[in-house]
């Protein structure tokens, strides 16, 4: 099993990114599949959540700005992250998980800064 983040970087404040996380080795479709981030010196936390029937649930920190979807056809979650901010800053890691299963994927940095 392979879950591989990218499309971090270096943003302004006020900018947008999109992640993106390929999956491998599962049957994408009926795992629910979560972006968390983690901070330095803090602790990992999800940020969204998808389900496998397209349910969607965010941290309120990131409501009205991030946006989480999915491609089942081509194994692909998406993070889109509109008006980011230096908050925002952290190593962004995709989970997929059903049942008593979880994988997590390397995890790609997203540093907000002017």
């Known amino acids: 099993v392979q879950l591989q983040a990218s499309g971090g970087g270096l943003v302004q404040p006020g900018g947008s990114l999109r992640l993106s996380c390929v999956a491998s080795?599962?049957?994408?479709?009926?795992?629910?599949m979560d972006w968390y981030r983690q901070a330095p010196g803090k602790q990992r936390d999800l940020v969204a959540r998808i389900t496998d029937d397209g349910s969607t649930d965010y941290a309120d920190s990131v409501k009205g700005r991030f946006t989480i979807s999915r491609e089942n056809a081509k194994n692909v979650v998406y993070l889109q992250m509109n008006s980011l901010e230096p908050d925002d800053t952290a190593v962004y890691y995709c989970k997929a998980h059903r049942t008593v299963s979880a994988f997590w994927g390397q995890g790609t940095e997203v540093t907000v800064s002017s």
């Open positions: 080795g599962i049957y994408f479709r009926v795992y629910n």
